[in-house]
């Protein structure tokens, strides 16, 4: 099973309002991946988590809040978004070795 | 990262092989060249990986030169399913600080009857 599982399908939200996405595997990887994705664009890292501890943040506002509570599980936190942070959010992961990474369905994200 | 250069944009037939090239002229003796395709509006999807020799898994057929500077991607009977983006992407497959995959423009493939 090769699967990784992302909600909401879809969401909007208010620039005022808090909202999170939930990303779970039951894979047994340890090392997990926030993405964003904009309209034909390729997908952009956001966040890796390794070993349930933040090991990169590629330079992430603050208004965006990763935490990762245990292995099979990956949230992120929304606050206070733009519109342009409107766009398709993919999670993933990986073992650290071997790195093949595999993604979730993504939550695509609307900031009125 | 080894930076990648795809064409944008290809056609192909259903039922023939599809050829996706894949120049990386500054790739490392230990970097892997990754592919990934993304069909519309889900997420990418692992199509296959390789190191120096070639590789097949039961999606496509790798074949990487012998100098490891580009590298072409065969998917050997295309279908209408396989109409996507196709990423190439190379990296070292562990590092201290993290695994990261860092997509380039990649190539629109449309597959037609």
């Known amino acids: 099973d090769t699967e990784v599982t992302q909600t909401p399908k879809h969401l909007v939200m208010g620039m005022t309002n808090k909202k999170s996405l939930k990303c779970e595997q039951h894979m047994g990887h340890r090392a997990m991946y926030w993405y964003k994705q904009k309209a034909k664009k390729p997908p952009e890292l956001m966040f890796v988590?390794?070993?349930?501890?933040?090991?990169i943040n590629e330079s992430v506002p603050s208004r965006f809040s990763p935490e990762c509570p245990n292995s099979s599980l990956l949230n992120l936190h929304l606050h206070a978004l733009q519109p342009e942070d409107s766009a398709l959010y993919l999670c993933?992961?990986?073992?650290?070795?071997?790195?093949?990474?595999?993604f979730g369905p993504g939550t695509r994200l609307t900031v009125l | 990262d080894a930076k990648t250069t795809q064409p944008p944009s290809m056609d192909c037939a259903e039922g023939r092989a599809a050829n996706l090239p894949c120049n990386h002229s500054t790739i490392s003796g230990n970097e892997y060249v990754y592919w990934y395709r993304q069909i519309h509006s889900q997420g990418p999807q692992y199509i296959i990986h390789g190191l120096k020799n070639n590789e097949t898994n039961e999606m496509a057929s790798l074949i990487i030169t012998e100098d490891r500077k580009s590298s072409t991607l065969i998917l050997p009977h295309a279908t209408l399913r396989d109409t996507a983006v196709y990423y190439c992407?190379?990296?070292?497959?562990?590092?201290?600080?993290?695994?990261?995959?860092?997509f380039g423009g990649g190539t629109r493939v449309l597959v037609k009857p």
């Open positions: 993933a992961s990986s073992q650290v070795s071997p790195f093949t990474q595999y």
């Open positions: 988590y390794s070993y349930e501890k933040l090991s």
């Open positions: 992407i190379v990296r070292v497959t562990q590092q201290a600080a993290g695994n990261k995959l860092t």
